[in-house]
């Protein structure tokens, strides 16, 4: 596990004691195309079939942790990337909420071009210093406002890591 791995683990762990709330962390199992020393949960997903095992993987830790009760899901960087895939590619899904923090924003042509039915919401969070994700994510959010998704950019002061203080405002 990655040291920035253990710190994100760290945070959350902060963050559910404070708020009294759980969080469910899957493992991600595919390899990097980038790294091979690291594993990603999906890289470039442009369809459905790209994303589905993502989902499942999220659902089925979920539903063992939570049981029947509503739950959001959290994805940080390559974890957000697979999360806002959900809504980009308008799946059904069991989620209350989706956060994706530190997320390259991409969408592909072909893609669908009304999200106005697709649920839930997206919040994207990026850090004021995340110079290789900010102006990626900030224009993602802005297609899929022009293309009716019911998202929302949050920037906080950082780089890219998890924004213990703004995710907890979130989280309330």
């Known amino acids: 596990m990655s040291s920035q791995e253990m710190n994100n683990r760290e945070t959350l762990l902060k963050i559910a ?10 493992r991600a199992v595919n390899p990097c195309p980038t790294n091979d020393k690291l594993i990603c949960w999906t890289w470039a997903p442009r369809k459905i079939e790209d994303i589905k095992p993502v989902q499942n993987s999220i659902e089925q830790a979920a ?26 590619l308008c799946m059904k899904n069991k989620f209350t909420v989706i956060i994706a923090i530190g997320a390259v924003g991409m969408y592909y042509p072909g893609d669908l071009q009304d999200l106005s039915n697709c649920s839930p919401r997206l ?5 004021s210093d995340d110079n290789a994700n900010k102006e990626s994510v900030t224009n993602f959010v802005k297609h899929l406002k022009s293309i009716k998704a019911n998202v929302e950019l949050v920037q906080y002061f950082g780089g890219h890591s998890l924004p213990r203080t703004d995710l907890e405002n979130i989280l309330k």
């Open 17 to 26: 004691n404070k708020l009294n709330i759980r969080f469910a962390l899957p």
């Open 63 to 88: 539903d063992k942790c939570f049981s029947k009760k509503e739950y959001g899901v959290l994805g940080f960087s390559n974890g957000g990337v697979a999360a806002q895939a959900i809504i980009r």
């Open 123 to 127: 919040i994207s969070m990026i850090g």
